[in-house]
């Protein structure tokens, strides 16, 4: 039933958008003609930032449209009544008015809640939508045009124009990133007034969230000037080496080119331990003051870096100067990481304080809003792919931003074409979006030889522009020197040729005091750290079996033990391998992609403090029961491994018999032909490979949702398996776990604690043993039944060990004894 304040007379009547906001009795519903003028609001103040400002207001009063229908208000106070469709009327209205630039305004307001659809010409989403109004009209809160736009106007509006903003422009890329820039700037503006509506009630009707803050470059340099200043004062030791003054170099080269280059796109070419950390800081800094930016994103692999850097972050802008919400952290376990961070330079929290903060933090990740952004490689990549609201709501964020990406060389390389080209639209010559876009690393890949693969990515018979390509500038003008400095710090042995059985590895590892083991395989790192724990004392293992509070603390014990100078040695996977601040005199690597191998190398004398640091090389023998060969390496390596192969065979056949390789990993020019190599061994320089077909005609055929499955940077057929790291935690969250009150909020808030204390493993087989050794977690599905009967191993995310105190062990993390089996 409608409301008492609800006016019905001859055809007049009041229209609501959003239904009481109080379920006490002391809530309002919204009224439709507020919720559209917030909507559109906010819509056009977000994409101004690049230029499509009417155009998103156009999308904010036109979202709404299909509210206007009687239907519509019943089904908001009746819950009996069907929900129906009521974006599709204002979606074709759009396509109507704005022709051209009304085909991404349509696309937008029909999926604002669904999701993007597929990119259609006006005509054909006119007609499309047509169709369903008179093949399925009950599925539309209301398919009469003018009856709703008679409604629309008596409540104060007029049909909007669309003269301006985004338009086709036959580039797949660009186009499919300007409609999910557009989408943002809408579903971001109706999350956001939707909130406000229902965080109010009768004595409040609307309470929206306060903005974050904006960023100050003077006074965000003015810390880094500080802390640049303390750091030399305190460290005076430490920066008389020739390395601790290549760091300063390039931080000063940094600085000077962020505050002189126009925007556009860079690479940053450094050796590892040169300090890029701060040097991307210096840059983004002083590029945001030179044009104006209101934010930083630092894009990261991997979860540790992102931790190791907000730790850094968090001392350069203090809680008692810029607050705690000026660096924001945006990944899986960021209330923890976040927490921790603060634990170590800001207040002192008790638990009732760090509620309403926690609420915060995930309130402002949502839409990042914040001067300064620290995520994953994946939350940002794949957030410029996706088709859901919820993951494409902060992308307007990016306009106007200094967008940088460490250790860039982990980028897949199925997805470096379509990366390419849509971070081109986003900061290339003749991007609207006012951003810069940064690839940092050690290892810079020769993305350059996949500049002529962007021209398969436009329409060939409507492009007219100059045909887009990946040219970026390097802001590291003396490169090749700071290469050639940072050559004499680690030595490498390279016997690759030699294979070598892990017990025979042991034994020679046991000798070190101070040594470092990098393989490729999970299995490896712990049959490995088991053989050398039996002979050697002092010994860690680090993996991905392990679950993330697990490893921060070996870290962290690590990291004492190198601080003190304490026996140490450490078998790991390449978890540890990029980014990761540790130092040690040894480096063991198992052959892998020459890039890998190289960030292994910073790992060794990083801080250039050793006379020299010595790195192995080798290739492990790891032979079945039956004395078959098992295989080496995880998905996605045998190609970049085979090219490493072929090129230091190359290198060898050019050498006189026991002559060494030259300097590789510290050579640009090397490292840059093994990359080439690597592109045209299999043809991926001039030819779309089997492995990024299908996401490449997806993004040609415009269908957003298959692109964003295909667009993955990780394998997403995973479980997660909640271990007894910490007994008490764990027992919480499996009982949690099973209680009948898991509402899909309650949910996510459990999914939230439970991400530190679980191992995130590729789901087995539907006939492996293995499921024998799982427990799922029902989260609220039948939990009155421990089994979990019902709950299929296709289907379920989240299990726990059948046997805990066998299954997890503090050395190795998750390991099944009975089945000898290491996920």
Known sequence: MFPKTAERAGDSMTWYGHSFNSKNGNGVPELLRDHIRGVAERAEKFASAFAAGKQAKACGELHDLGKYSEQFQRRLFDRKE???????????????????????????????????????????????????????PERFTTVNMKICIDHFRADGFEIPEIKSGLAPRFDYLADMLDTRMLYSALVDADFLETEAHFAGDRNCTRRPRPDGQELDPNAAIQAFNRYIAQFAQTNSEMLTNEFSSLRQTLLQSCRSQGAEQALGLFTLSAPTGAGKTLAMLGFALEHARKHGLRRIVLAMPFLNIVDQTARIYRKIFSHEEFGDEFVLECHSLADDATERSLADEGPDYSQDDLVPQRQRWRLLSENWDAPIVLTTSVQLLESLFANKP???????????????????????????VSTLGTLNRLAGADSRYRSSVVFATATQPAFECLSPRLASMVDDQQYTGMPPTWRPKELVTNADEMFKTAS????????????????????????????LVIVNLKRHATELAELLRSRSGATFHLSTNMCSDHRLSVLDQVRQCLDDD??????????????????????????????????AAG??????FRETGNVTVFKPIDLRDDGRKRNLYPPGYDAAVSATESFLNSLLSQLAPGQPLPEIINSPELLRKYYELFYTLHG??????????????????????????????????????????????YETLVDEAHTDKMTLKHTRAWIRKARP???????????????????????????????????????????????????????????FAETQWVL
């Open 82 to 136: 069907k929900g129906r469709d009521h974006a599709s009327i204002g979606a074709i209205l759009a396509a109507k008015v704005g022709k051209s630039l009304g085909e991404f305004p349509a696309t937008c307001i029909e999926g604002h809640h669904v999701g993007l659809g597929c990119a259609e010409s006006s005509e054909l989403f006119q007609r499309r939508i047509a169709k369903s109004f008179n093949d399925n």
């Open 603 to 608: 790992r060794c004398n990083r801080s250039g």
């Open 566 to 599: 304490q026996p140490v040695r450490l078998i790991a996977t390449q978890c540890v391998e990029a980014g990761v601040d540790i130092d040690f005199p040894c480096v063991y690597r198992a052959l892998a992609p020459l890039e890998a191998i190289a960030q």
């Open 488 to 515: 004499g710090r680690v030595l490498i042995s390279w016997r690759q040729n030699q294979p070598i059985e892990f017990a025979n590895l042991a034994d020679e590892l046991s000798h070190y005091r101070q040594v």
């Open 390 to 416: 919820s993951r494409c709501r902060k992308l307007h964020r990016l306009a106007g931003s200094v967008i940088l990406f460490d250790e860039v060389q982990t980028l897949p390389p199925k997805l470096v």
């Open 757 to 815: 204390h679980s191992v995130a493993v590729y789901r087995p087989a539907n006939n492996s043993e293995i499921w024998n050794h799982l427990i799922p977690l029902p989260l609220g599905a039948n939990s009155d039944d421990e089994s979990g009967r019902g709950i299929t191993t296709e289907s379920h995310d989240w299990w726990r060990p059948a046997n805990e105190a066998e299954s997890y062990n503090d050395f190795v993390g998750l390991k």
């Open 684 to 729: 991926r320089d001039t030819t779309e490979l089997a492995d990024e077909r299908e996401l490449h005609e997806a993004i040609r055929a415009g269908i957003f949702p298959d692109v964003a499955k295909q667009y993955r940077l990780i394998e997403q057929n995973v479980i997660n398996v909640l271990v007894p790291y910490g007994w008490a935690i």
